[in-house]
Structure formats: C-alpha cells, structure tokens
C-alpha cells in the first residue's frame, strides 16, 4: 500500500517515518526535491501543490492521499476530492484555510471562540474596535501561522502598520492563563485522542509543548472537542488549539493535519499521532494511545539550531532534524523531545541554553 502524502515538510517526513515502520510505502509532493520529507519517502513528486498535473501523478501512484500542507487551493482540493482517495475529505481543510470560516464552524459546532469582528478596511477596524476594545489584535483571514499577518492593536496609533490589502479580522486580546491543544484521530467506529498538551509560544510561534498533569478542566476540553468533531462531520486527525482563562477555554485554530504541539507523541506516547493518522489511512483498527510519562518537546528554530549537539547522545532525550538546506529566521529546523522531565525540572536544568527565553 502506497500513502501519497501532498506537501514534504516536517509533518511529511514523520508521517513517512511512521508508514515506514509498518512497511507502507510513502511517495510526497512539494515543490523542493530536497524537502525534508525526501529523506524518508520512497519517492518525491517536485511542484506545486496547486499543479493538477502534479497531483494527479500524485494520486495515480497512490493508494490513499493525505495532506501536510494547509494552503492547497479550491481547484486542487476539488480535483484531488472527486478523483482520489482522500479519506478525511477536503471540507475540513477548506474550512481551517481562513479564520472566518475557521471560527463560524467553531460556533456553529458548538465551540467558543474569543470575540471577534471582520475588517475589510480602516472603517470596519474602527467600528470593530468600538466593540471588542483594546488591546486587540488584528489577523488576516488567509495565509496566516506562527503569527504571520498579525498586529497587536493597544492604541489607535497602532493601525497605522496595517496594510489591509486582504481580508482580516479583528479579535479580543486574551491575557489568557495558558494554550493548551488537543489531537484526536477518528474513524467510522470512535474517536482517540492524545493527552492535551499545554503550548508555549514565543513571538507567536510554538516552543514548548507540556505533556503529563491533567488540569481538571481538560475532561470539559476534551468532550466538547469529540463533540465538534461528530457535530463537524470530520474524520482522520484534528488539532484544536485552546486558549484557558479561569475556568474557561476559548476556541483558537483548528487543524486538519498533524500538528506541531503533537510531536512530544513520537517517545512520549505508545502511539503517536503519525502511527494514528497512519492506522486511519490504511484502516487498521485505531488503538488507543497511552501516555507513558511527563514529556517535553522544544522545538528548535535557526536562532538555536548550532546548539542541537548539546543534546546529542543523552538518555531520555531525542533529537529530530528536519535536514533543511537553508537557515532562515525563525525557520523551524528540528525539535528535541525530553522524556521523564517536568517543566520545572526543564527550566532548571535546559532554560539556561536558550539565552533570554521568555514565554508568551
Ligand atoms: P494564531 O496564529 O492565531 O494561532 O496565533 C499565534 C499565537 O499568537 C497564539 O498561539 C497565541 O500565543 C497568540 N495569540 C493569538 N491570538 C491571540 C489572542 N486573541 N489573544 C492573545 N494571544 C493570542
């Protein structure tokens, strides 16, 4: 059984190492042949996600299609939909591809997102400010992660660095108590999922993923999370991301693909969320996963990529390098998982190393 997995990334190259381990053959499609899934991948497709030609070689070789990389266009989604196997459908990734849509299916399957208005232009930004309040912050509807396209509003002044050549949208700036996520993995008969991690971000992007106490409100998390996803009519594997304030928990993002706060799975978990997005393509029975024991994961972006040996050869600790050709600022280039360790015994004995760390 051959898995045709459309983009080459990080997530493309650990879905590969998961299908490797049970003999499934993978074949990728990303516009660099050197991409970091072609170290692992049977073969590598080069182009573009949105080359119909491309993709259909994509499909025609394999059995079943899966996606790593969210920005794949409505042509593309369309042809891959009504010609290939692509067991998770494309709805869900049509939906996490812009917040508006993203948050109404929230609400609509009954989870809360923090207050948020749609801005067109200066006019709507104002009105929406009228409402929601300072400090507020301002995203556009497409085409952003790790913080990209976003701008913190705390006074009027502050609009003036707006572009609004796009669609954007307006949302409440949370003094939130913490991120946490959610994996889930669903078939025809259950969901599973993976313990919720608690996520802190540096400049928007992801560093440390938590994984071992469960905070009592994680079982309301969870339950509302199953809900949404019956309710979604989604199947295969869902991020959610969560922000906590008291005892409340506010829809973030969604999605629809394995996520970076899951990564922690790989040795901290019986079952990753590779091996069960892998057991959902090719229809083994989904087992659930375990947790075995207080994980971290810290993910590595070029700013600190030179201080990876540090970590090399030490009990307990693992190292994952995407093998990107190029640094770029604040490229994610690999990450480090710390099994058996607290985040207090992380900040005592690992904080140190990466100089001036300030979580968000
Ligand atoms: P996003 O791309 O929307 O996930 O935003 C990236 C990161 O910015 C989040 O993980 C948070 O750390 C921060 N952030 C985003 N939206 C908010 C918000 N409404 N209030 C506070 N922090 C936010």
């Keep these: 059984m051959t898995i045709g997995i459309i983009g080459g990334g990080q997530l493309g190259m650990m879905i590969a190492e998961a299908a490797k381990k049970k003999h499934y053959k993978t074949i990728c499609l990303d516009p660099n042949p050197l991409c970091s899934a072609s170290h692992v991948c049977d073969e590598v497709i080069v182009g573009s996600f949105n080359d119909l030609t491309k993709l259909q070689e994509l499909g025609s070789k394999s059995d079943v299609l899966t996606y790593e990389f969210e920005n794949i266009d409505a042509l593309g989604l369309n042809y891959i939909k009504e010609n290939y196997n692509i067991p998770e459908g494309t709805e869900p990734l049509y939906i996490s591809q812009n917040r508006l849509r993203e948050k109404g299916n929230a609400i609509a399957c009954g989870l809360e997102p923090v207050p948020y208005q749609q801005v067109l232009n200066k006019i709507d930004l104002l009105a929406a400010l009228a409402k929601i309040g300072y400090p507020a912050l301002y995203k556009t509807t497409t085409l952003g992660y790790d913080g990209h396209g976003q701008y913190l509003i705390k006074s009027l002044a502050d609009i003036d660095q707006i572009p609004f050549n796009t669609e954007g949208i307006l949302e409440a700036y949370l003094d939130f108590d913490y991120e946490c996520s959610i994996i889930m993995i669903r078939d025809k008969e259950k969901i599973v999922s993976l313990p919720i991690s608690i996520n802190k971000h540096k400049h928007g992007i992801l560093d440390l993923s938590i994984v071992g ?136 004995k690992y904080n140190k190393i990466f100089e001036g760390e300030k979580h968000e």
């Design 213 to 348: 106490q469960k905070l009592p409100i994680f079982n309301k998390i969870e339950e509302a999370s199953y809900s949404f996803m019956e309710k979604a009519g989604f199947y295969g594997i869902l991020c959610i991301e969560y922000f906590v304030k008291g005892d409340k928990f506010y829809f973030n993002e969604m999605a629809p693909r394995p996520h970076n706060s899951g990564h922690w799975s790989i040795e901290g978990s019986t079952l990753s969320q590779y091996d069960l997005l892998v057991s959902f393509l090719t229809k083994e029975k989904l087992e659930e996963p375990h947790l075995k024991g207080n994980t971290i994961m810290k993910n590595i972006l070029s700013e600190d990529y030179a201080k990876l040996p540090l970590f090399k050869n030490k009990p307990g600790i693992y190292i994952h390098d995407y093998f990107k050709t190029e640094l770029k600022p604040r490229r994610k280039m690999a990450h480090i998982t710390f099994t058996d360790l607290t985040y207090i015994d992380y900040l005592e």
